[in-house]
């Protein structure tokens, strides 16, 4: 999200890119989503994109919004002046930005793991989980997810960056070579303090008719009593894997793709 935006082209940044991260690393979600439901993992190119459209939808939609909101709250905090944010300031308009996008990210998601789990076609999978008893299941985990992922590659790598150019600038004299350090703190942060609430989603998720998994509350305490603190980080690697990779992406691809698409509202400054 970039203040020389407004929140139109702050929007087709955010969707380009998001798709762009979906096409790459579908294959790290899908192994992360089995390995949270303790299900077998296939090597097959066609079982890893299932659902692939769905997660773009997802991906782009939310980065998306993430993107308008992120900006138009940036624009909001800095209220016309010239200046870097604060690191809270960075942090908020990110938290924020991620909780209001995951009210359209759940039930995509929804949509996506249900056809990775049991495969059929998106319309057919649709149809089994439009009702107001289904549609919602799992959105109190994405939304903290939601928070804490926008944080972590949209608010932590320029307080990252700013600080090692700043701090050391003979290393660090360019935002290029700044942006591994930042992706993989960025990606460090998103992955492990969301993680547990991203199992329990995608749990709830997996399991619609509530055989194993009911609530919130009572999947936390099914996962707890199943394998204590570690049955919330299953997965973790493949989804640390991924965020370090979705983070130096589209750190990457959001200045270039801003750019390239809109030249003149950074050429006039």
Request: glycine share 14%; charged share 20%.
């Given at each position: 999200m970039s203040k020389e935006l407004n929140e139109v082209q702050n929007a087709t940044v955010g969707m380009t890119v998001g798709v762009i991260e979906v096409m790459i690393?579908?294959?790290?979600n899908y192994a992360k989503n089995m390995v949270q439901?303790?299900?077998p993992i296939s090597m097959s190119?066609?079982?890893m994109y299932r659902g692939v459209g769905a997660n773009c939808l997802n991906m782009g939609s939310c980065t998306m919004i993430q993107f308008a909101v992120g900006g138009k709250f940036k624009n909001m905090v800095l209220n016309g002046e010239d200046r870097?944010?604060?690191a809270w300031e960075e942090?908020?308009?990110g938290a924020g930005a991620g909780l209001i996008s995951a009210m359209v990210g759940s039930p995509l998601e929804l949509l996506m793991i249900q056809q990775?789990?049991?495969?059929?076609?998106?319309m057919s999978t649709l149809k089994s989980i439009a009702n107001p008893a289904t549609i919602a299941r799992g959105f109190t985990g994405a939304g903290i997810r939601e928070a804490l992922w926008t944080c972590g590659y949209l608010s932590i790598p320029p307080i990252v960056r700013n600080y090692l150019m700043d701090a050391y600038p003979e290393t660090f004299d360019t935002k290029d070579k700044a942006r591994i350090p930042a992706a993989l703190l960025g990606?460090?942060?998103a992955c492990y303090l969301s993680h547990p609430v991203d199992t329990i989603k995608t749990c709830m998720q997996g399991d619609i008719e509530r055989k194993t998994y009911g609530t919130f509350t009572q999947t936390a305490s099914k996962l707890y009593s199943e394998s204590g603190i570690r049955g919330f980080y299953r997965g973790?690697?493949?989804?640390y894997g991924r965020m370090v990779c979705a983070v130096f992406i589209m750190d990457s691809l959001k200045d270039i793709v801003s750019k390239a698409m809109f030249p003149s509202a950074f050429n006039q400054n």
């Open positions: 690393l579908q294959p790290l439901q303790k299900m190119p066609a079982v870097r944010l604060k942090m908020s308009c990775q789990r049991k495969g059929g076609g998106t990606g460090l942060f973790a690697t493949f989804r």
